[in-house]
Every structure is written in structure tokens, then in C-alpha cells.
């Protein structure tokens, strides 16, 4: 039996949650550049620290690094009674995509962990052994049971509302770095049968600079069950409007399970960052990669005032009765991701 025949499915990020996983920084001088080690260390602890304020903090790092993560945690001021390291070795930092993907099964309350192949976008950051060992590591630490995806997938490639909806990119999954032996109908068959969806919606691509391909949560994600936030670009200039206006044209056609229009609300891309010399020629920076805890919602900056500010400002007309935590992130973004990309949610 499929899980979704066993009644598991996967919830809405904003349902109640046990824990935020992250998978710890690792000595690596190709990881943004070299060089950079205590900036990025400090970033995550800032991370961690915030997370651990409302939720359990659960990090994936080799034990030899567990000491030293203890030590910067403490001074980043976290709850540490709500981080929880396991000697799970890693190779990079993207939890969302590497990480297991927790479904739950409503009638028993029971969690599961899917379990899906990694191949780090298409082999694109060798190696990625590590990482695609997260899975099963975890389920093994929490005594959990697994299910094997089936085809290469990341966290960050979809998006759900809990209502049977996902959301996803074609420049992703039916791209022939990931499954090229799958057809579009037998992806889908398979994110139902594992997930426990029952609709597939298909945007096109993603935004420029994204190592990904187009991740969708830089694109666009559901905020409840009836509104999603979706980035747009007013620079006609600017290699993302055309993208993201096309992405914006096919979200009004999406209906929700009731058969009404979803509301669409439109938030900016903030000014393109920009690393002289550096692989990305424009960073994929994106507001809407924020990370939803059970009392707050942590959400990317980039030190752009009013750009920043005034995503801040409709994110959190849209989670009224969660705290906002703002954080830097220009740093972050260098290696192509933010706070949700290093992040994934375990539902209680």
C-alpha cells in the first residue's frame, strides 16, 4: 500500500509542529566562497537560536562538530534545551531538499518520513552521498516509519496546503536532470501516492541565478487555505518579469478545492544583489522563502530599507498572530537560498 492508501498525507506548513530540522554548515572552502566559515557558522546559530524561542531546533551535523555548534548556539543566545544535535554527517546545507518530508496520517496522529533521492539539483554539487543519507538517518534516530519516494525530488520543489493542492515547477521536476525516465502523469502519480495530494498545479520556471532550476518556494506559496503570496518583478527590464508575470497569469486559473479563485497576493522581488565575480551573476533573492514556526515567521532581509520593510509589512498582515522575525540574509543567499531552504518542518 502507497502511503496516501494508508491515510498519510502531508500537512500545511502552518499546522502545529514538533521541530525545525537544519543540517549544520561543514567545513568546505567550495561553500560560499571560503573563507567565510564564521560569518555562515554565526548565521546559522543566529537561525537556531531564533527557531529554539518557539520549537524544538534539530540539526543534522557530524558529532565531532557537535561541541563546537553547542558552543556557538549558547553565545547566539538560543534556548538550548530546544536544540537537539544528531551525529548525522552532511554535505551541504540545504535541509529542504536533502531532509526527510514528514506526512502524518490525521486518524492515528501517526508521523512518517518520505523519503525521496537527492542528486543535488541534477548533479550539479557533487558530493551529495551525505545528504541523500538524511532520510533514512533521521528516521532511524526518531524510530519512525519510512517511505521510499521513488524518484529524485527536493522540499524545496513543492509546495502544499494541506487541502490536497501541491504546487510545483516544470522546470524542475520534468527536467531531465531529475527524472528523465518519468513522464509528467507518472510524477504525479507518484507526489499523490506518497504526499497523499490529489491536484497538481504547474507553474513554469523560476527566478534568475537559482541553482534549482526554479524552486517554488522562491516563487510563490500558500500563506492559508485560501490565499497565496506570489512574487512579482514590475522592472520590465529585469530578466524575472516576464517569468514571474507568466507565473502569475496561470495562479489566477487555479482554483481551491471549494472551486473559487484563490486570492493572489502580489509581493516584489527585492532589488537584484549582486556578487562581483561570483558563479550567480544575480542572486535568486526572494521574500517569500520565509520559514513558518508555530508563533512566528522568519522572514529573509537583504539591507534594502524599503524594499525589506515593506515585504515585512505584508507578510505580516497575512500571519496576524505570529510574531515576525526579520534576518539577514544577503549572506545566506550567496550559495542560492534562504531561510527555507535550509529548513524543514516537522508536523506533530
Known amino acids: 500500500m502507497t502511503p496516501a492508501q494508508k491515510g498519510f498525507s502531508m500537512p500545511a506548513e502552518w499546522t502545529q509542529q514538533v521541530a525545525t530540522w537544519l543540517s549544520w554548515p561543514v567545513d568546505d ?6 573563507g567565510k566559515r564564521e560569518i555562515i557558522w554565526n548565521k546559522f546559530a543566529e537561525i537556531a537560536a531564533a527557531i529554539s524561542r518557539y520549537q524544538l531546533v534539530r540539526i543534522n551535523a557530524p558529532g565531532a562538530n557537535h561541541g563546537a555548534i553547542h558552543a556557538a548556539c549558547n553565545q547566539a543566545r538560543a534556548n538550548l534545551s530546544n536544540v537537539q544535535l544528531f551525529d548525522h554527517p552532511n ?3 540545504w535541509c529542504r531538499d536533502h531532509g526527510p518530508i514528514f506526512v502524518k496520517n490525521p486518524s492515528t ?8 533521492e537527492f542528486n543535488a539539483w541534477g548533479g550539479k554539487f557533487a558530493p551529495w552521498n551525505l545528504d541523500n543519507a538524511i532520510p533514512e538517518q533521521v528516521a532511524n534516530s526518531l524510530h519512525l516509519q519510512r517511505f521510499e519516494g521513488g524518484m529524485i525530488l527536493e522540499g524545496g520543489a513543492i509546495e502544499v496546503n494541506g487541502r490536497g493542492q501541491l504546487i510545483t515547477t516544470e522546470a524542475v521536476l520534468l527536467n531531465p536532470n531529475r527524472n528523465p525516465h518519468l513522464s509528467r502523469e507518472q510524477t504525479e502519480q507518484k507526489l499523490c501516492d506518497t ?7 504547474w507553474l513554469e520556471k523560476g527566478i534568475e541565478g537559482d541553482d534549482t532550476d526554479g524552486h517554488i518556494d522562491d516563487l510563490a506559496r500558500f500563506t492559508d487555505e485560501n490565499i497565496i503570496l506570489a512574487c512579482d518583478e514590475p522592472d520590465t527590464a529585469s ?3 516576464l517569468v514571474l508575470a507568466s507565473n502569475m497569469s496561470r495562479l489566477r486559473n ?4 471549494s472551486g473559487k479563485p484563490y486570492e493572489i497576493i502580489p509581493i516584489h522581488l527585492p532589488q537584484a544583489c549582486e556578487i562581483p565575480g561570483w558563479r550567480l551573476p544575480v542572486l535568486p533573492a526572494s521574500y517569500v522563502n520565509f520559514l513558518i514556526l508555530n508563533h512566528a515567521v522568519l522572514i529573509p532581509t537583504f539591507r534594502q530599507s524599503k524594499n525589506d520593510d515593506r515585504a515585512l509589512g505584508i507578510i505580516h498582515e497575512l500571519f496576524p498572530s505570529r510574531e515576525i522575525v526579520p534576518i539577514d540574509c544577503l549572506d545566506l543567499v550567496q550559495e542560492g537560498g534562504t ?6 518542518q516537522q508536523p506533530e
Open 195 to 201: 504526499l497523499g495530494v490529489t491536484e497538481i498545479f
Open 254 to 257: 487555479f482554483l481551491t478545492p
Open 239 to 241: 530578466p524575472n518579469h
Open 29 to 34: 572552502p567550495r561553500h560560499w566562497g571560503g
Open 339 to 344: 531561510l527555507h531552504c535550509i529548513s524543514q
Open 91 to 93: 554535505n551541504d546545507v
Open 109 to 116: 496522529a501517526e508521523i512518517a518520513i518520505t523519503d525521496w
